[in-house]
């Protein structure tokens, strides 16, 4: 048992740390001036091996006795930021950054301790000049607070040459997550808030992007510092991050999600605080035994989110959450609430859910997939729901895959040998499952823990749906998330069959019964069999998305999904010809972008290879054109918009699920202030216009239209809403917003 002494114990990492450390079943010291309070360590007090003191670091003769007998140092404390710094001046800054380091490094020294570890911050670096990530080397000064962290970090580096005292400096990334005292004035944890409470952030238009940790993987990475070799570590900086480098806008998406009426103001100056135009390379900390980054930007997001929705951080405006206690302001918030619709929608209980919830088959084929597979398999062996059946069929494979398989032995069934693709190794699963739910994950994906329970929870919950689908993150090759599959939507139809596949195979779970209507896979579909099973599925029974993060999707050079170029796009337009009624409709032309500025990429790097990365302007210019215009393709093709408005012309496709005789719009009409707005709506029904126009004046409206005897029995219905006019939304005092609008749509049903 080790006696370890944390400086600034009661803070952001120290209260987590402060538990790690006593679950090794090490002796604790924390020394702290509880600036912030105390309430993070208090269940410590009750171990006889947690000690407490209130000090001031300043104080070297105060502070000394408690050094006597201690192991190793773990220096935390400090006026943290640069706003802070320069709330309290130079003087005290470094008095409490620089002159307080020497004093706890002379007495660690002095009492023969053996390891130093020293927190400093990544923007005490140098910024990077080329592009390129930046390591180690030699700092630039960049502010107050960097200044005074560059002065502590040079004092410790030249004392620990020649020390019995070995220090080690880590440069920890931007700080997020939940710890026992979470900061909000971090940024991923401010965006978080500000979204959840104002509903309105401000962001900097040509804003660079940083790196991030979570804080409990700097609790991870500080505990490696203290358990590795000496030799590794002496005297050594080493920048510790891992869990991404985004910009606020990248984040703010990250958080739409859980909170999707946020509106986002563009500044064109820079904001304030600690968020650095630096991008940061941590691979000197790859040969140190034991760390790696595990939680990423969204988990963090997630899990604050949660924790300020549900009360568990009653005041989270409150000083002690803050990085100085300094006389910072504290901004007048409204009261946090949680999402109306998300705080509507109830779901069966976890102990319901694990007590009555169905057997769940999950398929994996697999082929030549050895260096991802034990990722795919642990990610379902790792969830917490306990019925689950893993089925790999694998292809033959002639890598390490059966090497992986074998250690699994017992925890999952498994089968190798030949078969005729993709399509037909999930089918062969299909018909060897068990389960009463079905789902495949590709051999380079993975599951996010609880993804299994939330969805057999939302099937339960509603048995007249037939198959979820959720939100999902796109990864590289190094499980790093790159962000938010942004595609994913709430269900419609329509959308589906011509505009683009939004929903992500990976989040997917469906009943086996599916399958006593419909055929499997399509197993001469190569590219896109599961698109083709989403739409025959949705075109026979209700499908339902839910709003949680339940799995991820690779992308890297290799993966499929960047494969097959003309071919696949010839695969996809038949599918989308073969399921619905247009000859070229939108996706034809996103997905045909698509192929084309894969195309060209290629091209560019082909011809011109000193530029054929992702630096190159060309490439970015290349890069941007298909994204802007399959963003407005996907954005108004259908004439609905997510907030309810329609254009003048709106499509739409509707299951009959009976002999149905009528469709029925609810809907309202704006009162303009500034003018008089009328309209008049007429319907086309499967192609046929039924009727005239309907006048419509300001208010709510209901109308009815009469379906054709010889329609009634049709499976789905294709109704297309014609209005007469448009409106500018700066009518009704909503600026920036380009759209033409004729009324917003409440309803619109067959029955």
């Known amino acids: 048992m080790a006696t370890v002494l944390i400086t600034g114990g009661a803070g952001y990492i120290g209260s987590m740390l402060a538990g790690a450390l006593l679950q090794r079943g090490d002796r604790v010291i924390c020394l702290d001036d509880l600036l912030h309070g105390g309430d993070a360590i208090l269940p410590y007090l009750a171990d006889d091996r947690y000690c407490f003191y209130k000090v001031n670091l300043c104080d070297r003769d105060r502070i000394a006795p408690y050094f006597r007998g201690v192991d190793h140092v773990i220096h935390l404390a400090a006026i943290v930021g640069s706003t802070a710094c320069e709330q309290v001046g130079g003087a005290v800054a470094w008095s409490y950054n620089v002159e307080a380091t020497t004093h706890v490094f002379e007495l660690a020294e002095a009492c023969g301790v053996e390891r130093f570890v020293f927190t400093s911050t990544y923007n005490a670096g140098r910024r990077s000049e080329d592009g390129q990530p930046v390591g180690e080397s030699p700092p630039l000064l960049q502010s107050l607070y960097a200044e005074t962290k560059i002065g502590a970090e040079r004092y410790v580096l030249e004392k620990g040459r020649d020390s019995r005292c070995a220090p080690v400096v880590l440069r920890l990334a931007t700080l997020f997550g939940i710890s026992p005292r979470t900061r909000f004035d971090t940024i991923v944890n401010q965006l978080v808030l500000d979204a959840a409470v104002k509903r309105r952030l401000s962001i900097y238009r040509n804003e660079q992007a940083c790196s991030f940790i979570h804080v409990r993987d700097a609790v991870r990475a500080i505990i490696c510092a203290l358990e590795a070799d000496e030799s590794l570590v002496r005297n050594q900086v080493f920048n510790v991050g891992g869990a991404g480098t985004y910009t606020r806008g990248e984040i703010i998406e990250m958080i739409r999600p859980y909170i999707p009426d946020i509106e986002v103001e563009y500044t064109d100056r820079p904001l304030d605080g600690d968020m650095q135009e630096t991008q940061v390379s941590f691979e000197k900390l790859d040969p140190i035994p034991g760390y790696r980054a595990s939680i990423s930007v969204p988990e963090g997001i997630q899990e604050v989110h949660e924790a300020i929705t549900s009360g568990l951080i009653s005041e989270p405006f409150s000083p002690k959450h803050r990085g100085g206690s300094f006389s910072l302001p504290s901004p007048d918030y409204p009261a946090v609430t949680y999402p109306a619709r998300i705080a509507a929608r ?39 729901y306990p019925h689950i059946e893993h089925l790999v069929v694998d292809g033959g494979s002639t890598d390490n895959t059966l090497e992986v398989l074998k250690r699994y032995d017992g925890r999952l069934t498994w089968l190798s040998e030949p078969d005729r693709g993709q399509s037909d ?74 505009l683009s596949d939004y929903i992500l195979q990976q989040t997917t779970f469906f009943r086996r019964e599916v399958f006593d209507t419909i055929d499997r896979l399509d197993e001469t579909l190569h590219w896109g069999m599961d698109w083709d099973l989403w739409i025959r599925i949705g075109k026979k029974f209700r499908v339902e998305y839910i709003p949680e993060y339940l799995a991820n999707l690779r992308q890297y050079p290799e993966a499929k999904t960047y494969s097959g170029g003309l071919e696949r796009f010839r695969e996809l337009v038949a599918l989308m010809r073969r399921h619905g009624r247009m000859r070229y409709p939108p996706a034809y032309l996103i997905y045909g972008l698509e192929t084309v500025w894969k195309g060209l990429n290629a091209l560019v790097k082909r011809l011109f ?11 970015r210019f290349i890069s941007s054109l298909p994204g802007r215009v399959v963003g407005r393709i996907a954005l108004h093709a259908q004439g609905y918009y997510p907030d309810g408005w329609a254009s003048r012309e709106a499509h739409f496709l509707l299951v009959n699920s009976g002999q149905a ?9 704006p009162n303009l202030p500034r003018r008089s707005f009328r309209t008049a709506i007429h319907i086309q029904l499967n192609g046929q216009r039924l009727g005239g126009p309907t006048a419509l004046v300001p208010g709510a409206f209901e109308l009815e239209w009469k379906i054709p005897e010889e329609m009634r029995s049709s499976a789905l219905f294709e109704v297309t809403l014609l209005s007469t006019s448009q409106f500018d939304p700066a009518d009704l005092g909503i600026k920036n917003d380009r759209r033409r609008l004729s009324y917003r749509l409440r309803e619109l049903a067959v029955e």
């Open 346 to 384: 109830t779901t069966a209980s976890r102990i319901e859910v694990i007590r009555a919830g169905p057997l769940v088959s999950i398929i994996t084929p697999s082929y030549n997939q050895g260096r991802f597979i034990e990722e795919t398999i642990l990610s379902v062996l790792n969830q917490n």
């Open 425 to 498: 190794a999930i089918n062969k699963g299909f018909r060897m499952a068990k389960g009463e739910v079905l789902a495949w994950l590709n051999s380079d994906d993975t599951y996010l823990p609880g993804a299994v329970q939330k969805a057999v929870a939302s099937l339960m919950e509603h048995p007249e749906v037939m198959l979820v689908y959720g939100e999902g993150y796109q990864t590289d090759e190094r499980s790093r998330v790159k962000g938010r599959f942004q595609w994913t939507q709430p269900f419609d139809l329509w959308k589906l069959v011509y």
């Open 609 to 619: 290879p000193g530029v054929g990365d992702s630096r190159s302007v060309l490439l």
């Open 661 to 669: 005789s009528c469709l029925r719009l609810e809907g309202e009409l």
